[in-house]
């Protein structure tokens, strides 16, 4: 009988930081089939859609202003679920990812599983931030324009 691989946390860590708007941790831990892992590249593709059209149309483009927080949402996410991973409990770990050996080394937390945790804090929260920033200064700047409009 063929027996199921081992998911290593360290591993899901690194990948959720790395090429989460990609999916990889999702593939990584539950496979091709899984639908969430197909909507993260869907939601970064949509967000680097959007940098493409500022770089096209510039910043008045109303469409942009929509798609790039998606990247930046995605960027966070990712690495939050990194950051997750990283310091979930081993024993919590390996009940949900790798029930047939609960007792496996794969779910135990090393410098490695830290490393990807402290990067993922740090450029989760500049892509999270950046996001909001960008919003809220689109929006403000557009009711800006829309005040001048009927002042004048």
């Given at each position: ?76 996410g990712t690495?939050?679920t ?15 990812h ?47 324009e ?5 002042s004048?």
């Amino acid at each position: 009988m063929h027996s199921p691989r081992q998911k290593n946390k360290t591993l899901a860590a690194w990948l959720a930081f790395i090429g989460g708007q990609l999916g990889l941790h999702r593939f990584y831990l539950y496979g091709w089939r899984d639908l969430w892992a197909w909507a993260h590249p869907l939601m970064a593709a949509l967000g680097w859609w959007g940098v493409e059209r500022v770089r096209m149309y510039g910043q008045d483009d109303h469409l942009a202003w929509v798609l790039i927080p998606l990247l930046g949402f995605t960027l966070a996410g990712t690495a939050l679920t990194g950051i997750y991973y990283g310091l979930m409990a081993s024993e919590k770990w390996n009940v949900i990812h790798n029930p047939a050996t609960p007792d496996a080394r794969a779910g135990n937390t090393n410098w490695l599983t830290i490393g990807a945790v402290v990067f993922a804090l740090l450029f989760g929260t500049i892509s999270l931030m950046s996001s909001i920033v960008f919003s809220f200064q689109r929006y403000f700047e557009y009711q800006v324009e829309e005040a001048r409009k009927i002042s004048q």
